[in-house]
C-alpha cells in the first residue's frame, strides 16, 4: 500500500501529498475494520435466531435466499431486515426532544465503532498500536452508557426513562468489576497494549493463556461483558414483559437499527477482548505440527465465535435477572472477588525469583 | 508540524465555544452534554502534550463517572428555571467579586515562574515504545506515595460523607434479602412428616 | 511523523470521525428512503393506548444518585491501579505494600457502606 505514496506526491506536490496519502490510507483501513464488522453483525443475528431456534427445536428463518438457490434458505434474511430498517418511517414522538432524540443514537454507535481502532487482528494487523490501547477501551465503553440515558429522556416517556436508569446504574456497576478484571490481566501482563498482551500468553500450549491463573477474572470479565452489552439474563433494561422495551421503546426505522447495531458490535467486541486477553488471541491452543500451520488469524475469529455463541446460549437458557438481584452481583460478589484477586496475584508476584521460576509459576510468570 | 497547530487550533476553538455554551445555554441538559464535550476535545489538547495516561484517564473519570452523575441530577432532579433566575441581580455582585478573585488568583499562578516556558518546554516527540502509563506508575507508586496515600484518604472521606448525605432508608419496604434466598437449605422449606395411613372404613 | 507516539492516535481521531459519520449517514438514509407520514395519533407518546397524564421526566430514587456518586469513587481507584498494575514488576515490594495501604483504606470504606447497606437495593 506504501508504494502509492510517490503516486500521491506527484499528484499534490510534496507538501499536500503525505498528508493526503495518509488520511487516504488510513480511511481505506478504517473501511476494511467497519465493513466486515457490520457484516458480521448482520449475520450475527442470523445466527442468534438460527441457533436459538435449533435449542428451541424450531427452524429458524430459512424463507430469504439468494438467487433462488433452495440450500440458501435463510441466508438472505438479514440483508432483508437491513433494506427493510431503511424503508421504515423513523418517527419522532411529540413530547420529545427532537435534537436529542437523534443525537442518542449516533452517540451509542460512535464509541461501540471507534473501539475497534485499536484491536489487533494478527502480530501486524493492528490500525492504531497505541501503548494505552486497554484504557482507551475501558474509556470507549464507559461513553456507551450516554447514548442509552440522552435515549431515555429525550423521548419523554415512562417506560424509555425507567429504562434507562435501570441500564445506566446497570452499566455502570458491572463497569467497576471489568475495569477491576482488567487490573489483573495488567498485572500479568505489564503492559497495556493488546498486541503485547497476546505476545504475554505465548509459551507453548493453553497452559499459557491467562484464563488459567485467572480463572475467576475471567468469568468475572465475561459476565460483567454480558451485563454491560445489556443481553439477556441481564436485559432489565429492556424487559419486553414490564416495560415493553425499554429505553429505545419509541424509536423506530433506521434509528431504532442504530441502536441495534450497537448492541451487536458491543457483543462482538466483548467477545474479541476476552479472547484477546484470556484466551490467547491469535495463538494456538498447542504449537505443534497441525495446530500452527492453521492462519493465526483463524484461532482469532474460531474464538471470538465461541465466546459469542456463549452470548447466545445465555439468552436462550437463562430466565431474566431481578433487578436487585443483578445490582447484588455485580457489587457484593464480583467487586470483592476481584479486589482479594488483585491482592493474591499481588503477593504471588512479590515472591523470590527463584520460586517463580519453579513449576507451575514459571509458566505464566 | 503545521497538521498538528491545525488539530490544536480545532479542539481549543472547540474547547472555548462548547465551555461558552455550558454557561450561556437555558436547557441544563445542553450544558452538562456540552461540558462533556469540552472535556473530550480537552483530552485532545492533552494528547497533544504527549500527556496519554492522563488524557484517556480524563475521558475515563470525567466522562465516563462525573458527567453521568451531573446527567443524572440534571435530569431527575426537575429543576425549576424560573425559580433558579429569581435572585440572580441580587447575588450578581456577590458572584462578580468571587469570579474576579479567581482570576486574579489564576493569573498569579500562572504568570509566576514556574510556568513560563524557560522551565517549561515543548514536549519532544516520544517514540512508539514509550509507555507514559508505566512513567506514571513508576514515580506516583515511590517518589509520591504520601501523596498517594492522601488521595485514598480523601477518597474514603468522599465516600462516607456521600453515604452520610444521600442514604435513606425507607421503612415500607418489603424487600427479599438475595443472598438468604440462595443460601436457603431444602430443611428450611421442606418439612417431611410421617402420616400413617388411615384405615379403610 | 507516523513514527511518534502521537503519530499513532491519527487514525484513532479519524475512526471516531468515521464512527460519527456512520451514525449520521445511517440517520439520513433512513429519513430520506422512508416515508414521512405523521399524525397526531402516530407521533403520540406510547403509555399502552392512553395519552400520556404528565411529563415522563420525574423526580427519582435518591439511591441513583448515591450509585453514580460511589461509581466515581471506585472508577478512580481503578485510574490509580492501572500505573500500579502496569509498573508492579518494577516498582516491587514497596510499590506492593503502597497499594495494600490505599486498598486498604477503601476497603474500610467498601465495608463502610455494605454495613450501613448502601448496597442494598430494595
Known sequence: MDSFQPLFEQLFGSEWGVPLFLLAKNLLLILAIIIPLLLAVAYLTFAERKIIAFMQVRVGPNRVTFFGIPWLGGWGQPIADAVKAIMKEIIIPTGANKFLFLLAPILAITPALAAWAVVPFSPELVLADINAALLYILAMTSLGVYGVIIAGWASNSKYAFLGAMRSAAQVISYELAMGFALVCVLMMSSSLNLGDIVAGQQGGSFLNWYMIPLFPMFLVYFISGVAETNRLPFDVAEGESEIVAGFHVDYSGMAFTIFFLAEYANMILVATLTSIMFLGGWLPPVDIAPFNLIPSIVWLLLKIAIMLFFFLWFRATFPRYRYDQIMRLGWKVFIPITLIWIVLLGAVMQLPEAALQSFPLNLWF | ?201 | ?122
Open chain 2, 1 to 201: 508540524m503545521i497538521f498538528q497547530d491545525f488539530v490544536f487550533y480545532s479542539l481549543a476553538s472547540v474547547v472555548i465555544i462548547s465551555a461558552l455554551g455550558v454557561i450561556t445555554l437555558r436547557n441544563p441538559v445542553y450544558s452538562v452534554l456540552l461540558l462533556v464535550l469540552a472535556f473530550v476535545t480537552s483530552s485532545g489538547l492533552w494528547l497533544l502534550l504527549e500527556a496519554e495516561f492522563l488524557a484517556i484517564a480524563l475521558v475515563v473519570v470525567y466522562v465516563g463517572a462525573v458527567m453521568v452523575l451531573f446527567l443524572f441530577v440534571v435530569m431527575m432532579l426537575d429543576i425549576n428555571l424560573d425559580q433558579m433566575r429569581e435572585g440572580f441581580w441580587k447575588w450578581f455582585p456577590f458572584g462578580a467579586i468571587l469570579a474576579f478573585i479567581m482570576t486574579v488568583e489564576m493569573s498569579m499562578v500562572l504568570m509566576s515562574k514556574q510556568f513560563s516556558s524557560e522551565i517549561i518546554q515543548t514536549p519532544e516527540y516520544k517514540s512508539v515504545d514509550y509507555s507514559n502509563t508505566k512513567e506514571l506508575g513508576r514515580l506516583i507508586y515511590t517518589e509520591y506515595v504520601y501523596v498517594f496515600e492522601l488521595a485514598a484518604v480523601i477518597l474514603l472521606v468522599a465516600m462516607v460523607a456521600a453515604i452520610a448525605i444521600t442514604l435513606r432508608h425507607r421503612t415500607d419496604k418489603k424487600s427479599s434479602n438475595a443472598s438468604r434466598q440462595i443460601a436457603v437449605s431444602r430443611n428450611e422449606r421442606l418439612k417431611v412428616i410421617s402420616m400413617p395411613a388411615e384405615k379403610k372404613e
Open chain 3, 1 to 122: 511523523m507516523l513514527d511518534t507516539m502521537l503519530g499513532n492516535y491519527f487514525p484513532i481521531l479519524l475512526f471516531i470521525l468515521v464512527g460519527l459519520l456512520v451514525g449520521t449517514l445511517c440517520l439520513v438514509a433512513g429519513w430520506l428512503l422512508a416515508p414521512n407520514k405523521p399524525d397526531a395519533e402516530k407521533l403520540s407518546t406510547y403509555e399502552c393506548g392512553f395519552g400520556a397524564f404528565e411529563d415522563a421526566r420525574m423526580k427519582f430514587d435518591v439511591r441513583y444518585y448515591l450509585i453514580a456518586i460511589l461509581f466515581i469513587l471506585f472508577d478512580l481507584e481503578i485510574a490509580f491501579l492501572f500505573p500500579w498494575a502496569v509498573a508492579l514488576k518494577e516498582v516491587g515490594l514497596f510499590g506492593f505494600v503502597a497499594m495494600l495501604v490505599f486498598l486498604g483504606l477503601l476497603v474500610v470504606g467498601f465495608i463502610y457502606e455494605w454495613a450501613k447497606g448502601a448496597l442494598e437495593w430494595d
